[in-house]
């Protein structure tokens, strides 16, 4: 078995959780999917828990966090980006674990991206299953069993004779057989958007996967993150919510 984790995004307290939940389930196999830093108040912290595992894919906010370029973001992300920059500056071991992130990790037929398979410029959303041409070229370019973060919601998209998509909520906690070519996205450890605070990840054995969801002190997050006047309190608001 192995863990698949993604959109940590310097959310420390949440990390521990889910690390602690991993090895509780006694797995020691652990696939990022990118976005270790970003919102939260403690990107080198996240970068240093996650330099041994066995494959690390490169985020929108990883790629940005060690570039000299400005992505086309709003003016609160550049803000809170150069922020993050400021504090990878001076953690040699931290730039070197992003630079030594890969795009995308294709083993066999499952395949491992943070947001589409060769780049960052789309997303993965529910209303996909409308876009059934989008989700089979994900399919054409990767693997018939795909892994991806960056939306921050738990749940699949899966083929049989059309496309269909089920949330956490509906998949649940069970494990999880694909009978046909499937997208599956693993939620967020450290700011899930489904409206569940929990964080959120991967168990994959061989081609069954389950959701774990993980309560932690997402209040301590937020009180760092608002005792801090670099980062604006509304990376503390949404925490509570999962929003």
Known sequence: MQAIISDVHGNLEALTAVLDAIESLGIERIVCLGDIVGYGPNPVECIQLLKDCECIVTGDWDAAAISTDDPCWSPLLLEQLRWVRDEIAGDQSAQQIIKSGCLAKIIGNI???????????????????????????????????????????????????????????????????????????????????????????????????????????????????????????????RLSQGR
Request: glycine residues 4%; hydrophobic residues 40%.
């Open 111 to 237: 395949a491992l991206f943070h947001a589409m398979p060769r780049d960052f410029s789309d997303w993965i959303f529910p209303e996909d299953v409308f876009a059934p041409k989008k989700l089979d070229r994900i399919i054409k370019q990767s693997a018939s069993l795909a892994f991806c973060g960056h939306s921050h919601l738990a749940g699949v998209h899966v083929k049989t004779s059309e496309w269909k998509y089920e949330s956490y909520v509906e998949v649940g906690d069970d494990w999880f057989t694909p009978e046909g070519p499937c997208i599956c996205s693993v939620g967020s450890v450290g700011q899930p958007r489904d409206s569940d605070p929990r964080a959120s990840f991967v168990v994959l054995r061989d081609h069954q996967f389950r959701f774990v969801r993980v309560d932690y002190d997402h209040q301590l997050t937020a009180d760092k993150i608002r005792a801090n006047p670099l980062i604006r309190d509304i990376h503390a608001d």
